[in-house]
């Protein structure tokens, strides 16, 4: 069986998957603010060396995740939007 698209799916179903993903934004805009002061005093003593070169990576792997999940979370409402609300 073959990828779903998000346009094919049931407004219940892009309700809760839209749900799950803007939970998982939260959680990773969270963990960015808990530990961006930190992120920021350890560029300023460690730009160039493996601390900075890790600390920008670890910023990254949370980072990432958290802007798929908002990508998700923002088709679904867009494609509930439209379907009830248009």
Do not use: N
């Amino acid at each position: 069986m073959g990828a779903r698209r998000l346009k094919d799916m049931r407004s219940w179903q892009l309700a809760v998957l839209g749900a799950l993903a803007l939970s998982g934004t939260s959680l990773a805009i969270t963990l960015l603010a808990t530990v961006w002061p930190l992120h920021v005093e350890a560029m300023r003593a460690h730009a160039l060396s493996w601390t900075g070169l890790h600390a920008a990576w670890m910023a990254a792997a949370v980072a990432a995740p958290g802007l798929m999940f908002a990508a998700v979370a923002r088709r679904c409402g867009q494609l509930l939007y439209q379907r009830h609300l248009d």
